[in-house]
């Protein structure tokens, strides 16, 4: 039997409480005993640690996490453990590594191909059904607690391909077949990545029949919607007449208003979702506490160039007679979609360019377009299109849209949890959140700063104990947070030296005064831990 025991550190408990000084007893990967003098009569204990002038709190829950990949690479997750996260969940924004493409020769990398950029490279093993991916996640030690939504994406590709249509009644079926037994399989919910291909072509249909698979199961029904800027509220009427319709839980991803001229709109938005939940519809939502977003090259672009992924946009823009149209595209809303145009929107001085793999474009990465058009000489349309294909689409672009006081008011809102969205990519530039989401968080919008808008408490309740229980990533009557029976995901932090490090200049940096953190009791990250 294995045993830890902190002695005399204050005490989040994670279920929005005041901390109380008190030591905390772990036993074989479970929290045994918290109180004040619990360790007291242990005599056994492996180590013990003196908490004195530091806080225990429980293990953060990513709930907005692209580590479908990362899982099984290398290092993959450091950047999660290093800021406390003990329990990551993954499929988000319809995107995911599984069900694996059928073999062919030579290899179909179609959906690997356009994930790329968010996923980073996919392991090189297959899951013929998301259940089975399921099942890895459970069974093999991956060193954090790792759940799953049902991504659409992989799912409908499995069924029709990368094809940008409507599905039929037939295909339909089988996709809502193939969601409900990875839902059965432990699943969490699905996800739809609505503004990517090719969830994007998903008609009605398609979509209400998912939801009823999630709601048959009550299942999470969660959503990248399609438009975050001047069609908000309409996306988000999209997920909700889902919820309302089938009666299934609904939960919108980083929930954000972009755009010039969307500043201010957030609380407009977030009466909007009050109004709903008085309507009966149970809905939440997610954010990441920074002024940009990140995501794929591919998605600057109108949608109709995705009908094959990334490679009918390589041809779009590699073909002289298509290219104009495609560029000219950029500069004017699309017709005929609810999808945003990003380009438009903020202009090519707001979107950087990241994840480069030509050695002759290293100079270039975490530049933005206008400047890297002025170094080159060119015109930003034509320099972008020149880099996409030479790069052969592998681009990530970090896009300063985002009104960061509509964040605060939208993490303000108590529906609202926290989940990083970070892009675990161990090359090139990468948004911060990857590293510094639940430290910034903690340290800049919870307490009693400037821009605080939540309790240090209630920051802790967030990230913790209220996103276990709304992804119910255990059974509502496991215990869950720094209390007996629950397990022992927990970090040991100085709060005199607690700090976000990560900045856009220098994003590769996890926060400082973390001393430990533990994942069903093994010591994972942390000084105590030693370098990661």
């Known amino acids: 039997m294995s045993t830890t025991v902190i002695t005399g550190a204050t005490v989040h408990d994670g279920r929005g409480g005041a901390a109380q000084v008190a ?3 772990v036993r074989d990967g479970v929290v045994a005993a918290v109180g004040p003098g619990a ?48 329990t990551t969940i993954v499929g988000n924004c319809g995107q995911g590594v599984a069900p694996s493409p059928p073999r062919s020769d030579p290899p179909d990398r179609s959906l690997e191909q356009y994930s790329l950029p968010v996923l980073g490279p996919f392991p090189d093993r297959r899951w013929p059904t998301f259940g089975d991916y399921v099942e890895t996640l459970a069974r093999e030690p991956l060193g954090i607690h790792a759940r799953a939504l049902v991504p659409h994406a992989p799912v409908r590709a499995s069924v029709l391909g990368m094809g940008r249509r ?18 059965d399989a432990g699943a969490l919910g699905v996800s ?26 009550d299942g999470l029904l969660v959503a990248h919607v399609r438009n975050e800027a001047d069609g908000l509220r309409a996306s988000v009427d999209e997920l909700a007449s889902l919820g309302l319709e089938t009666g299934a839980r609904v939960h919108v991803s980083h929930l954000k208003v972009t755009g010039p001229r969307n500043v201010g709109g957030m609380g407009a938005i977030v009466e909007h979702l009050d109004d709903l939940r008085e309507r009966g519809l149970d809905i939440s939502a997610d954010v990441y506490p920074y002024d940009a977003g990140s995501t794929t090259v591919a998605s600057l672009f109108p949608p109709s160039t995705a009908d094959r992924g990334v490679e009918s946009l390589l041809e779009a823009l590699g073909d002289p007679s298509t290219r104009a149209a495609v560029l000219a595209g950029l500069e004017q809303p699309w017709p005929g979609t609810a999808l945003e145009n990003q380009w438009a929107a903020i202009g090519p001085a707001r ?51 985002t009104d960061l006081e509509g964040m605060r008011t939208a993490l303000a809102w ?24 639940f430290a910034r968080l903690l340290d800049v919008y919870a307490g009693t700063g400037a821009a605080a808008v939540l309790t ?23 215990p869950v947070g720094v209390v007996p029976g629950a397990a022992a995901d927990l970090q040991l932090v100085d709060p005199r030296a607690y700090a976000d490090r990560a900045t856009y200049a220098e994003p590769r940096r996890s926060p400082s005064g973390v001393r430990g953190v533990w994942v069903a009791g093994e010591l994972v990250a942390g000084e105590l831990a030693g370098p990661a």
């Open 23 to 25: 030591d905390v007893v």
């Open 39 to 86: 360790g007291a009569s242990v005599v056994d204990a492996d180590r013990q640690f003196d908490g004195r002038g530091l806080e225990v709190l429980p293990g953060f829950v990513d709930v907005h996490a692209h580590d479908d990949a990362a899982l099984f690479r290398p290092g993959g997750i450091t950047p999660k453990t290093a800021q406390g996260v003990t």
């Open 166 to 183: 409507a599905a039929d009644a037939a295909e339909t079926s089988r996709i809502a077949g193939a969601v409900g037994e990875a839902l």
């Open 192 to 217: 739809l990545g609505l503004m990517y291909a090719p969830g994007d072509a998903a008609d009605r249909a398609e979509l209400l029949a998912i939801a009823q698979e999630v709601a048959a199961r």
């Open 351 to 401: 979107i950087l360019l990241a994840g480069f793999a030509r050695p002759e474009h290293a100079g270039l990465e975490g530049r933005s377009i206008a400047e890297i058009a002025v170094e080159l000489s060119g015109e930003p349309l034509e320099v972008l299109a020149d880099l996409v294909l030479a790069e052969r689409g592998a681009l990530t672009v970090i896009v300063f849209h």
């Open 414 to 437: 108590p529906h609202t949890l926290v989940g990083s969205d970070g892009l675990p990519r161990e090359s090139g530039t990468v948004p911060p959140r990857l590293y510094g989401t």
């Open 456 to 478: 240090r408490e209630e920051a802790v309740h967030r990230m913790s104990v209220a996103a276990h229980r709304r992804f119910r990533t255990v059974a509502s009557s496991t």
